[in-house]
C-alpha cells in the first residue's frame, strides 16, 4: 500500500495498464473502471489477493464477488455453460450482464469469491480500460464496485480516492462511468428457469427475449450475488422517495420537470439518470443539508434499477 492518505491517480494509458497488471499478479489491488461504476480489481485466484478486497470494502464475508473475464472462453474454464447462457453470453458480452452459473470443481477460483456457494458470478465487460487490464493481467479478476461496503457507488476516479484512500494501490482514471448504475445480474437455474437478481442497464424484457418465458419471481434463498443486501448504496444521510418538493434540511435531486438542486435528466432520459445517480448521491452526501430527497423516478426500463438503488439507500 501507499504510504500517503492518497492512492496514485494514473490516466488509463498503456503505461498505467501494465503497471496495474503487474501490481495484480503480485497481490495488490488497482481500482478500474468499467461502464458501469469503477471497480476494485484483484486477481481472483488468491486467497490472500480476494481477502485484500473484503479488507479494503470492509464487505461482509457472505457477499459473493462478481469474477471480470476477458472473454467466453475465459469465462467456461470457471464456469458451465449451458445454451442458455450461451446465447446471453452472445447477446450481451462484452456489457453489462452478470450472469450466476455452476461454478466448475476445478476453477482456479479462491473460495471467498462465491461466498462458500457452488456458483460463479461472471462478467466480460465492454469498458476499454478493463479490457485492456484483463488482458495485460492474463488473469480473472474480482472486481466488486471500489467503495466501502454499503456506501454509494464511485463513477469517478475522485470517488474512489475519496471512499478508499490508501486502501487501494492504484487508480487508473478513464473518466466518468457511461452507465452509471451496476450490471444487471441474472441466475440460470437448473430448472430450466431464471430469476433477476440485480436489475440494470440491461432490461428484464431484453433478457426474456433472448431466453423466452418470464423471470421467476420466489424470493432467492439468502444472498447469491453483489447488491441484494437490503440497505446498500447509502450515502450516509436519511434518503426519503418520490419527494415532489423538500423540506429546508433536504437535498433535493430532481428528475424531469422538478428541478430539485441536482436534476438526473432535465429532459426525462432514464438512461441519463441512471449515469448522474450515484454522481447525485454523492453530492447530496457532501451537502451541508441533513437529509436527501429524491424525485419520482418512473418504474420502466432502467428505471426500475434506479428504483431499485434508491429503495436500498433509503433502507
Known amino acids: 500500500m501507499t504510504g500517503n492518505n492518497e492512492p496514485p491517480i494514473r490516466p488509463a494509458d498503456a503505461s498505467a495498464v501494465a503497471a496495474a497488471a503487474a501490481l495484480l499478479r503480485s497481490g495488490g489491488l488497482v481500482a478500474v473502471p ?19 478486497i473484503y479488507r479494503a470494502k470492509g464487505r461482509p464475508d457472505f457477499n459473493p464477488l462478481i469474477v471480470h473475464v476477458a472473454d467466453l472462453a475465459a469465462a467456461e474454464r470457471l464456469a458451465w455453460f449451458d445454451d442458455r447462457a ?27 469469491v462465491s461466498a462458500g456457494l457452488p456458483t460463479v458470478a461472471l462478467r466480460c465487460p465492454a469498458h476499454p480500460a478493463m479490457r485492456a487490464l484483463l488482458v495485460a493481467a492474463e488473469l480473472p479478476l474480482a472486481a466488486p464496485s471500489a467503495n466501502r461496503s454499503g456506501a454509494v457507488s464511485p463513477t469517478s476516479a475522485a470517488h474512489v480516492a475519496a471512499s478508499l484512500g490508501n486502501r487501494v494501490d492504484l487508480i487508473l482514471d478513464g473518466g466518468k462511468c457511461d452507465s452509471g448504475i451496476e450490471s444487471t445480474i441474472v441466475a440460470l437455474r437448473e ?8 436489475p440494470g442497464p ?50 433535493h435531486i430532481g428528475f424531469g420537470e422538478i428541478g430539485g438542486d441536482f436534476n438526473l435528466s432535465p429532459s426525462g432520459d432514464l438512461a441519463q439518470a441512471a449515469a448522474q445517480l450515484y454522481a447525485a448521491l454523492h453530492r447530496g452526501a457532501a451537502s451541508s ?27
Open 289 to 315: 443539508l441533513a437529509r436527501i430527497a429524491v424525485a419520482p423516478i418512473p418504474e420502466e426500463g432502467i428505471g426500475t434499477a434506479i428504483n431499485d438503488r434508491l429503495r436500498r439507500a433509503a433502507a
Open 86 to 112: 450461451l446465447r446471453l453470453a452472445a447477446a450481451f458480452w462484452p456489457g453489462a450482464l452478470t450472469m450466476v452459473l455452476p461454478r466448475r470443481d476445478d476453477a482456479p477460483l479462491a473460495a471467498a
Open 191 to 198: 430448472s430450466g428457469g431464471w430469476q433477476l437478481l440485480r
Open 202 to 251: 440491461i432490461t428484464e424484457r431484453e433478457i426474456s427475449a433472448v431466453l423466452g418465458g418470464a423471470a421467476e419471481t420466489t424470493v432467492p434463498l439468502g444472498i447469491e450475488a453483489p447488491g441484494q443486501l437490503a440497505s446498500h448504496y447509502a450515502p450516509g444521510k436519511p434518503v426519503r422517495l418520490d419527494a415532489l418538493t423538500p423540506a429546508s434540511d433536504e437535498f
Open 34 to 52: 468499467t461502464e458501469t461504476v469503477y471497480g476494485l480489481a484483484a486477481r481472483a485466484d488468491s486467497d490472500a489477493a480476494v481477502a485484500a
